[in-house]
């Protein structure tokens, strides 16, 4: 395929990610850093991902900003002294958030690679007048400054981190957008409700719960019901439990007495079930 029928999505800062076409026809491997052109003038991220132009992504734009060219390593210093410049600036919003007793919590500056617009991004649990905060940013650093209000979710993206899975947070990584998650999915999955477990970085429900979800509903599919009877090794149990990841049931006999009942020594009991039936079945036929 053509360079030109692609589209880029293209990594900047903190993760944020960006579609982009390739009129140029350049060729732009994965991880390749590229300058683009943005909404006042041009900034600076890496490929992240090439995606046919007729794939149907959520929040793909109708009218994608172009790839102007590969960066060269000169680029490449300007940015490393951007982000020098960015935790200067972080300090300095910070004192001056104090000096105006705003009540938001700075998370993160972005620099547009050209320096034509700093983004702060902050958090706050109400809405804030930072007005007069503008005006001294603006004319401290003279450019166009712009403040944009964060979740605690997007908070957590920007910072980076790992989940309690040891792996990197979902949405640093794969997730693009956040969905509802509720605690329900956390029951479906038989989970412990307890917030420390269910909860990731950012303090909200976990990302993993909704997107596999669908995983768990498959793989419960072929297990019986929690409540419902069924034949285990030693007769008559009520199921009381699922372990989806290693593939068994406890059940509960009418002795008392728990067990461990795999998903393959299950299978293996109606299979002989229906054998005896079959045999029964053929043995004595209906008159």
């Avoid at 683009?36 to 132009?53: F, K, L, N, S, T």
């Avoid at 620099?111 to 983004?119: A, E, G, P, R």
């Avoid at 079930?273 to 004595?284: E, H, I």
Wanted: charge should be positive.
């Amino acid at each position: 395929m053509e360079p030109q029928n692609l589209l880029y999505e293209v990594e900047f800062k903190a993760h944020r990610r960006e579609f982009y076409s390739n009129p140029f026809g350049l060729v732009l491997p994965e991880k390749e850093w590229v300058i683009v052109e943005a909404e006042r003038g041009e900034d600076m991220g890496y490929i992240h991902m090439q995606i046919d132009e007729n794939t149907n992504i959520k929040g793909r734009p109708s009218k994608a900003f172009p790839i102007l060219r590969q960066a060269n390593y000169e680029d490449r210093d300007k940015l490393a002294k951007n982000r020098e410049m960015e935790s200067e600036s972080l300090v300095r919003c910070k004192d001056l958030i104090a000096q105006h007793r705003l009540r938001m919590k700075l998370v993160d500056v972005e620099y547009q690679f050209d320096l034509n617009k700093m983004t702060y991004y902050f958090t706050a649990d109400e809405r804030v007048d930072f007005r007069s905060l503008v005006k001294d940013l603006a004319s401290s650093y003279r450019t166009r400054i712009e403040l944009r209000q964060i979740g605690v979710r997007d908070e957590a993206r920007r910072i980076g981190g790992f989940g309690i899975c040891g792996l990197q947070q979902c949405c640093n990584s794969f997730i693009r957008e956040f969905e509802p998650i509720s605690t329900q999915l956390a029951r479906d999955q038989g989970l412990s409700l307890n917030p420390a477990k269910i909860s990731g970085n950012c303090g909200r429900l976990l990302c993993c719960l909704q997107y596999e979800q669908n995983h768990y509903a498959d793989s419960m599919r072929k297990f019986p019901e929690v409540g419902s009877e069924i034949d285990g090794k030693q007769g008559r149990a009520v199921v009381e439990g699922v372990n989806v990841f290693h593939q068994y049931m406890t059940v509960r006999y009418q002795d008392g007495l728990t067990e461990k009942l795999s998903w393959k020594d299950y299978n293996q009991i109606l299979k002989k079930k229906q054998f005896v039936a079959a045999l029964k079945a053929r043995n004595n036929p209906e008159k």
